[in-house]
């Protein structure tokens, strides 16, 4: 069953019988929360890596799961395109909540999610004071920081989201040009170095806060421009960070995303913590548009041997215009 095929009765029958298996059943509400390896699924099962591999490849043939190649690495989730995707929440939705086996899955899952979690602050912590030498080691981010001026088309009074701010560099270079810039990050040690440069700077209308990107400590429709600059190679749920964004945009505000286009440097898993090998524009656009927001323009920054991708998106407004805005002009980076 191909993500575009229409469930009919014969591919519902045989995405029940796929799934009417127990380990199957437990993939399915796994991966219902979580993209996860072959290898954090044969850690939170208990199961062989052939056994666990083979149920999976059942899953995806029966059109339940989504495999997503990446590198030397393969993600599974249940893919939002995939015809089966209802039938695997109406099925997981219907699983005991108390149920001894799947609870001490989803521990080893939050232990996962923990261990993934330690592993990429340690990382950030060890190098906050030299963050923007290796952001800088594969593209210009003058360029970068262009192209994302470039793209934001600026409002009057308007407020501005700097999401996983890191040493606050881009507020540095944007905040100028609102009336209020907020910057968030997780790293204590990285908010330290933001908070030195912005002061250095001489930056008074911006401010930085500790926050969780899946769940911002700001009101709904409270800015007008958010951005998640490098921030989703790190992300376990890049979806859910979109969709956290969103939720803060004003109607007609924009949301701005910087990462890399798909690549093969594996090494960046392992000394850089990246989590994800870049981002293919189908998938950016695909998780903006589940988001509410209205895919625009992207552009491309080819870099060696890393290129950088930039897209823009806005979030969908009624068709009045809002009282007060004034007309929209690019801000010019510095």
């Known amino acids: 069953m191909t993500t575009e095929a229409a469930l009919n009765l014969d591919t519902l029958m045989a995405a029940l019988r796929a799934a009417a298996e127990p380990t199957r059943l437990r993939l399915l509400a796994l991966c219902g929360q979580a993209e996860l390896t072959v290898t954090e699924l044969t850690q939170i099962l208990g199961q062989s890596q052939p056994r666990v591999s083979r149920h999976l490849k059942l899953l995806c043939e029966a059109g339940l799961l989504e495999r997503v190649p990446e590198g030397t690495w393969a993600f599974y989730r249940v893919g939002e395109r995939l015809s089966g995707a209802p039938l695997v929440r109406a099925v997981t939705a219907l699983l005991p909540s108390g149920d001894a086996t799947l609870s001490r899955d989803a521990e080893r899952l939050t232990a996962v999610k923990r261990a993934r979690a330690e592993a990429a602050e340690a990382y950030f912590r060890v190098n906050a004071p030299r963050w923007s030498q290796i952001r800088s080691l594969y593209v210009d981010e003058q360029q970068v920081e262009a ?9 009057q009074g308007a407020d501005l989201l700097d999401i996983g701010t890191g040493t606050g560099r881009l507020l540095e270079v944007l905040a100028p ?8 990050d997780l790293s204590r040690e990285m908010l330290a170095v933001a908070r030195t440069n912005l002061e250095r700077a001489g930056i008074r209308n911006a401010q930085v806060r500790q926050a969780d990107m899946y769940n911002l400590p700001l009101p709904a429709q409270s800015f007008d421009v958010a951005i998640v600059h490098q921030v989703l190679h790190y992300a376990d749920e890049p979806a859910k960070a979109i969709n956290e964004a969103a939720r803060v945009l ?3 505000g924009q949301l701005i995303v910087v990462d890399f286009a798909p690549h ?18 189908a998938e950016v656009r695909q998780w903006c548009s589940a988001a509410g927001l209205e895919p625009g323009q992207m552009v491309a920054l080819p870099g060696q041997p890393l290129t950088v991708n930039v897209w823009r998106t806005e979030r969908r407004a009624a068709a009045t215009a809002t009282p007060g805005v004034s007309p929209v002009k690019k801000i010019v980076a510095a």
Not at 177 to 184: C, L, N, P, S, Y
């Open 177 to 184: 040009h609102f009336e209020r810039a907020i910057g968030v």
């Open 264 to 281: 093969d440097l594996e090494f960046l898993r392992k000394d850089h913590a990246h989590r994800r090998l870049g981002f293919s524009d």
């Open 147 to 155: 192209a994302v001026a470039g793209l934001i088309a600026q409002r």
């Open 250 to 252: 004003r109607p007609g």
